[in-house]
């Protein structure tokens, strides 16, 4: 959940025997859903739109499975990419929301984009920052790392810390690694802290789960693209060490959306970088989905 912010009400839904839980803050006449993101973190990623973006909407936030205020089951079922989207429906039904501007960091874009795809008329514009959709390779490191999940550890090192033994064995260790990977930029000290505070609230079996849940297919990933109906805006920094930016750029070429590329920027600019971040967002909002 957010830390530190007051919400205007808030609540929770039901999948499958765990619980969901949402925030709703602002009380504008048109909405923004703010997306959860891989469950390594909870909402609090989003603490520096929240109270920006709530002075003229109504802005709703839900913690995904496995982190924040949320349960954390770990059979992977409950993390496929489908359930992730019932679950956005299934808040924004709670909150009384028909239609929202959807914003998405990381892998939080393969259920907006699945979100856009199945239920089009619950999304009025999309924003993705760092998308982590496959439609492009992975960097250097982190490509060779993913195949090699389940293998016996061989380091204790760089992206040889994504294996599922060694998570078991330090995941404080994992998760220092993971976020300095995310904020590459200098001085991101501060960031990194809050990050890994949240890589905490959650266990290495939980996150495990994530991996072994059924993802979007480059296939399915790209058909969706091309079917994008609403203004779309990608935000992508050019030195992201987890998502490539060639991914930004594709998904902005095959949704026909505007594609900004952030100089110098790592995976998480809309918390290293805020102020520039809600200025994009500021104007893209003003053009496709004004406060009423």
């Keep these: 959940m957010l830390r530190g912010l007051p919400a205007t009400r808030s609540g929770e839904i039901e999948r499958d025997g765990a619980a969901v839980r949402f925030q709703v803050f602002g009380s504008g006449e048109r909405a923004i859903l703010l997306l959860p993101t891989w469950s390594i973190v909870h909402t609090d990623?989003?603490?520096?739109?929240?109270?920006h973006?709530?002075?003229r909407y109504t802005v709703l936030t839900f913690d995904?499975?496995?982190n924040g205020a949320s349960d954390r089951p770990t059979d992977p079922a409950y993390y496929a990419d489908e359930e992730f989207v019932t679950d956005a429906v299934n808040v924004m039904n709670a909150a009384e929301i028909e239609q929202a501007a959807v914003m998405s960091a990381s892998m939080g874009a393969s259920w907006q984009l699945l979100l856009a795809y199945h239920f089009p008329e619950r999304v009025g514009a999309s924003v993705y920052i760092a998308t982590d959709l496959p439609l492009a390779p992975l960097p250097p490191g982190y490509a060779e790392a993913e195949p090699r999940f389940d293998e016996q550890p061989t380091g204790h090192e760089g992206w040889m810390m994504w294996n599922r033994r060694?998570?078991?064995e330090n995941w404080p260790a994992f998760c220092e690694f993971f976020f300095s990977?995310?904020?590459?930029?200098p001085d991101s000290d501060e960031e990194i802290?809050?990050?890994?505070?949240m890589g905490l609230e959650t266990w290495p079996e939980v996150i495990a789960a994530t991996i072994d849940a059924i993802g979007v297919s480059e296939e399915i990933a790209r058909e969706a693209a091309a079917a994008i109906q609403v203004p779309t805006l990608v935000i992508h920094g050019d030195e992201d060490?987890?998502?490539s930016v060639e991914a930004g750029r594709?998904?902005?070429?095959?949704s026909g959306g505007d594609l900004i590329i952030l100089p110098g920027s790592g995976h998480e600019p809309q918390c290293r970088i805020p102020t520039q971040v809600n200025a994009l967002l500021d104007v893209f909002l003003a053009r496709h989905h004004p406060p009423a």
């Design 45 to 51: 990623f989003w603490r520096k739109q929240v109270p």
């Design 53 to 55: 973006l709530a002075e």
């Design 64 to 66: 995904g499975l496995g």
């Design 166 to 168: 060694f998570w078991h």
């Design 181 to 185: 990977r995310c904020f590459t930029e």
């Design 193 to 197: 802290a809050h990050f890994v505070s």
């Design 241 to 243: 060490a987890i998502s």
């Design 250 to 254: 594709e998904l902005a070429r095959l």
